[in-house]
C-alpha cells in the first residue's frame, strides 16, 4: 500500500489512522452506512451552484415551448457575448454553465449534420456559427465547468415516437459527448410526447418514457465517454429532480430514494435510509420564465430573494441550477447582471472568513486522534470527526475566541460514509446558559442554518440526537452574512407591455383576485374549479382606455395538490364595463406540464378600458384552478414560422 496517499484512503473510506508510539493496532474508520455517492456525485455535490441557460429559438419567438415548426431564420442574436454571460455566472459565484444545446422545439444550437433544424441554416455567422462550441471555450477560459442540456422530446422531428427517433437522439448524445470536452453534468428533461409539428403531421404523440428511450442504456452511452458526467433525472441516472421550479428543497431533503421511478412526492424530501444514492438539485429561473422574455424585465429576483434561495436549496444539502437567460442580443441583461453580481459579492464577503477559526474542539468521545472533534475546523471536506462505533448520540463544543460574532452555521457531513445523521440540535451559551439555536433532520452535503440575528456566544455545541451509527462530521464552520448591495429597479424594455400599477380587480369569482396583478408570482389566485354552466372569471379595470393587442397569463409554479391551471380562454373587453366584445378564444398549449407564461395576442388591438377572462375547464382533473397573474399588452410580439 506504499503507494496510496492518505488523501486517496480517506476518499475511500479505507483511511488508517497513524499508529501510536505504543505500537498498539491503528484504528479503522467507521463502515459506510447505507447508500454512498459514486465519485462522480461526490465530485458533483462539492459544487453546490451553477448557472442554466436558456438560450434558443423561444429567445426570438417569446414562448417557452416551441411548437417545431419555427424558421431557423428566427435564430439571430445580435451581440452573442459568451464571455459576458460567462463573466456574469462567475460574478455569482457559480461554479459552472449547463447550455441548453436542443429545447423541446428541435432547434440545435451546434453544427449537426443530422438534422437541417439547426444553428447551420440560420444568419448567425452566416451559418458557420456554433453556439455550444462558443459557450464551452468561455467556460473553459474562465475556470468553470460545462455542462449540457438536450431534450428527449422533439416537436420538430418527423420520427419522433419511433424507434428512429430513438436511434437519433443517441447519435446527438454522442455527438455532444465527444465534441466539447469535459462535461460534469448531462441533463434530460422530463417533459415527453404531446402534440408537436413532427416534420409536417401536427399531431399529438403520446410516449411511454422509460420504455421508449431505454433510459439505463442512454445514461450508459453518457457514462461511456463521460465518465464523470452526472446525468440528470431519469430513474437509473445520478441525480434527480426536486419536485418543483421554485427553487425550494424539503426539509430536510435526504439524498437517497426508493429503487422505482420517480415520485414527485418523494422527489422534494426523499427518503430517508433508502437503497439508492440519488440526491436533488433544485432548479429555479431568476425570472418567471426560463427563457428571456422583455416582459419580465422588472421581475427578475433580488438579491435578497437569490439568498433566500441558497439557503433553501444548497442550505438543505442539494445543489442550486440557477438559471439565467440570455437576451435577444446573446447577452445577460442589465436587471440580470445587477442582481447576479449583487448577490455573488454578498456569498463571497459572507464565506470568505470562517468565524470557528481558532477556536478549540472537544467531544464526548472521538474514534482516535486521526478522526479527533478538531477535524471539523480544519477545512479539509475529506476529513472528519467521528466516534467509536457503539457511540451514536454525542456532543462536540467549540469554545470560540471571544468577540465572534456571527449569523449562519454550516454544518456538512462527510458523504462517502453515507448520509449518517438522522437528528441532530445547535446550542450556544450566552451569559452562561446554554441556549438552542436549531434542531433538524438531516445534514447531508450541508446544513445551513441562519439565525434571525447575529449572536457572539462563548460556546456552541452540537449534539446528535439520533443516528444509526457513529457519525462522519468534516465541518463546523461560522459566518456572518453580509448585506448584498441595493440595486435600481428594474424597468420593462418592451414599450409595448402594459405596466399594471393603477388597475384593479373590477369582478370576481372568488378568492383573492387581487393576488393576479400583485406582481408576484409566488402568490395566486385559486378557485374551485370550474364546471359547465360554472365558469371561473375576472374582471381587470385598467384603469384608462388602451389600444389593448393580447394578454398573458403565468400559472403557478407551486407544487399544489389538487390544483390546476386553465385549460382555455375566453378574453372579452370593453370600453364602459357594460357593453362586451370577445377578443380571443381558445386552449393554452401544454400548460399543465410546462407551466409557462402564455402570451395570447388578439386578431388586432382594440380601444379597451376592461379586459374579462372566463375560464370554463381546468387543464388537467382537479379541485381547484390556480393562476399566479395577468398582464396585458398594446402590440403583439412577432412570430415567425416556416
Known sequence: MTDLTRRSLVASGLALTAAPVTGRPAVAPPAPWGATPSARQWAWHRRERYAFVHFSINTFTDKEWGYGDESPALFD??????????????????????????????????????????IR????????????????????????????????????????????????????????????????????????????????????????APRYYDWPSIVALVHRHQPMACTFDPLGSDIRWV????????????????DHPYVQAEGNSGVRGAPL????????????????????????????????????????????????????????????????????????????????????????AERSSAFAAARVLDGDRETYWSTPDGVTDPSLVLDLPPGRTFDLIRLREYLPLGARITRFAV??????????????????AQRVIRLPRPIAPRRLRLRILAAPVCPAISEIALFRQAAPAPVPVARISDPGVLASAG???????????????????????VVPAPTPGAPASVTID?????????????????????????????????????????AATGEFPNIAYALATQRIAFAEPRAARFLRLRFDAVAVTAARLAIAELGAFTRA??????
Open 542 to 582: 385598467l384603469g384608462a382606455t388602451v389600444a389593448l393587442a393580447g394578454f398573458r397569463l403565468t400559472p403557478s409554479r407551486a407544487v399544489m395538490t389538487g390544483a390546476a391551471p386553465p385549460r382555455g380562454y375566453v378574453a372579452e373587453t370593453s370600453g364602459d364595463g357594460q357593453h362586451w366584445s370577445v
Open 503 to 525: 388597475w384593479s380587480i373590477a369582478a370576481a369569482s372568488g378568492g383573492e383576485a387581487h393576488r393576479l396583478i400583485d406582481g408576484d408570482t409566488a402568490t395566486a389566485w
Open 427 to 444: 446550542d450556544a451559551e450566552i451569559d452562561g446558559r446554554w441556549q438552542t439555536l436549531a434542531e433538524h433532520d438531516g445534514i447531508g
Open 77 to 118: 442574436p445580435s451581440d452573442f457575448d459568451p464571455d459576458q454571460i460567462v463573466a456574469v455566472a462567475k460574478s455569482a459565484g457559480l461554479t459552472g454553465i449547463i447550455l441548453t444545446a436542443k429545447h423541446h422545439d428541435g432547434f440545435c444550437l451546434w453544427p449537426t449534420m443530422l438534422t437541417d433544424h439547426c
Open 637 to 642: 410580439p412577432v412570430r415567425l414560422r416556416r
Open 243 to 258: 419536485g418543483n421550479e421554485d427553487g425550494v428543497a424539503g426539509d430536510p431533503c435526504w439524498p437517497t430514494m426508493p
Open 277 to 364: 444514492w440519488w440526491p436533488a438539485e433544485t432548479d429555479v429561473s431568476i425570472r418567471p420564465g426560463w427563457f428571456y422574455h422583455p416582459d419580465e424585465d422588472a421581475r427578475v429576483k433580488s438579491p435578497d430573494r437569490l439568498i433566500r434561495l441558497y439557503d433553501d436549496s444548497v442550505g438543505r444539502g442539494t445543489n442550486l441550477n440557477l438559471n439565467i437567460p440570455p437576451d435577444r442580443r446573446g447577452r445577460i441583461a442589465d436587471p440580470d447582471c445587477a442582481a447576479l453580481t449583487s448577490f455573488g459579492t454578498a456569498m463571497r464577503t459572507t464565506f470568505a472568513t470562517d468565524l470557528a477559526a481558532g477556536a478549540v474542539a472537544q467531544a464526548s
Open 121 to 208: 441554416h440560420s444568419p448567425y455567422r452566416n451559418g458557420h456559427g456554433d453556439i455550444v462550441g462558443e459557450m464551452e471555450r468561455a467556460v473553459r477560459r474562465a475556470g468553470l465547468a460545462f455542462g449540457l442540456y438536450l431534450s428527449p422530446w422533439d416537436r420538430n422531428h418527423a420520427d419522433y415516437g419511433r424507434p428512429a427517433y430513438v436511434e437519433y437522439y443517441r447519435k446527438q448524445v454522442v455527438e455532444l459527448c465527444t465534441r466539447y470536452g469535459t462535461l460534469f453534468e448531462f441533463w434530460f428533461d422530463g417533459a415527453n410526447g404531446g402534440d408537436g409539428y413532427y416534420g409536417g403531421a401536427r399531431e399529438t404523440r403520446k410516449i411511454d
